[in-house]
């Protein structure tokens, strides 16, 4: 186990926040309907305040993982012989240790990106192999929100992709792991991102910002949503105490919290950037506008800076590292990786 100080590993790493951590207190007492189910108190007043973010004519489902949300939520909406097109470097491809191709047999159509980005002029040669029996059928985009560079998706942007994907039979999926540190860093609400710009289905997580455990998926076209607690529950990730999960994004999207979180993430990997830009022996690789930062630094001091700061190498052949902030991040944190990294110099 490496011991270490408030590390830039991963907003993952963070621990949960005060808020969440009293709304599970709240409901731990006494004996209630497993499962979510009996018109269970708790569920229904989380998926209440997911209509009020984004919309009436939604169906939303807890799952324990974003992986689960990635798969099972993009594998409902699609048949084994069709395709999702996402970037190479979006965690449905990269990360997911090969689920989806495994979980619902859709093959991956990879978009080679320099930002995290794909737009829909580059998806569109995907689409000479629609009809062709020997190829898969593209039928779903996939985009992350904010994406693994950090970069984030315009609410014009994601409207020409889902535009693009409804003209031409595809759907618009969105991994909102981050969506909420791009939704700071655009100055817009959670829904001028997702149901206001066409997207289908979501992937709305919380762990890396504030939350203990648990994700859902967001059908914002209920249709589409239709029998998908079968597929959860084939998938193994119906959880039977859901009021945990429930109550914490009841309290997650209440009076902004998920908000505030996001706010303090963002601003101290701001404030780490322009400490960065200082040392003119480490290069800031992505203008990246959300809680991330991405820098490359000379090898040797590697090592020795993860020694007390923990964070992980983006590119060992470039030795380009990502820095990432978290809701609990401070400036003294900041402080003090941008000292280790002096010193090692």
């Known amino acids: 186990m490496i011991t270490v100080n408030k590390g830039f590993a991963s907003d993952n790493w963070s621990g949960v926040c005060p808020e969440i951590m009293e709304a599970l207190q709240e409901v731990n007492q006494g004996h209630v309907f497993s499962y979510g189910e009996g018109n269970?108190?708790?569920?229904q007043q989380a998926i209440a305040k997911f209509k009020e973010v984004f919309g009436e004519d939604i169906?939303?489902?807890?799952?324990y993982n974003g992986t689960a949300a990635n798969v099972l939520g993009t594998g409902h909406v699609l048949r084994s012989y069709q395709a999702i097109v996402a970037a190479h470097s979006a965690h449905m491809n990269e990360d997911e240790c090969g689920?989806?191709?495994?979980?619902?047999?859709?093959?991956?159509?990879?978009i080679e990106t320099k930002t995290g980005k794909?737009?829909?002029?580059?998806?569109?040669?995907?689409?000479?192999?629609?009809?062709?029996?020997h190829h898969v059928q593209p039928r779903l985009i996939s985009i992350s929100q904010a994406t693994e560079f950090g970069t984030v998706y315009t609410p014009g942007e994601i409207r020409k992709l889902a535009n693009f994907a409804h003209q031409n039979n595809m759907l618009l999926h969105m991994d909102g792991a981050r969506i909420a540190n791009a939704a700071v860093s655009l100055d817009v609400s959670l829904r001028e991102i997702t149901t206001d710009a066409g997207v289908d289905v979501l992937s709305f997580g919380g762990t890396k910002n504030g939350l203990m455990f648990g994700e859902s998926v967001v059908f914002l076209n209920k249709q589409l949503g239709q029998d998908f607690e079968y597929t959860r529950k084939q998938g193994m990730q119906l959880h039977s105490k859901m009021r945990f999960?429930?109550?914490?994004?009841?309290?997650?999207?209440?009076?902004?919290?998920?908000k505030k979180n996001a706010q303090n993430a963002n601003l101290?990997?701001?404030?780490?950037?322009?400490?960065i830009e200082k040392i003119p022996q480490l290069t800031i690789t992505q203008e990246a506008p959300a809680n991330g930062v991405f820098v490359q630094m000379p090898a040797y001091i590697i090592p020795a800076v993860q020694k007390q700061y923990f964070f992980h190498v983006w590119n060992e052949?470039?030795?380009?590292?990502?820095?990432?902030?978290?809701?609990?991040?401070?400036?003294a944190d900041v402080d003090g990786l941008i000292t280790a990294i002096k010193l090692a110099l």
């Not at 689920?99 to 159509?109: D, N, R, V, Y």
């Not at 794909?118 to 062709?132: C, K, M």
């Open 268 to 275: 101290m990997a701001h404030y780490l950037f322009s400490e």
């Open 245 to 258: 999960i429930a109550t914490q994004f009841s309290r997650y999207l209440t009076d902004d919290l998920w």
């Open 99 to 110: 689920a989806p191709e495994k979980i619902s047999g859709s093959k991956i159509l990879t």
């Open 317 to 331: 052949n470039t030795h380009e590292v990502r820095l990432m902030c978290s809701w609990d991040t401070t400036r």
């Open 59 to 63: 169906s939303v489902f807890f799952v």
């Open 40 to 43: 269970e108190a708790t569920m």
């Open 118 to 133: 794909i737009t829909a002029e580059e998806v569109e040669p995907f689409l000479h192999s629609i009809g062709f029996q």
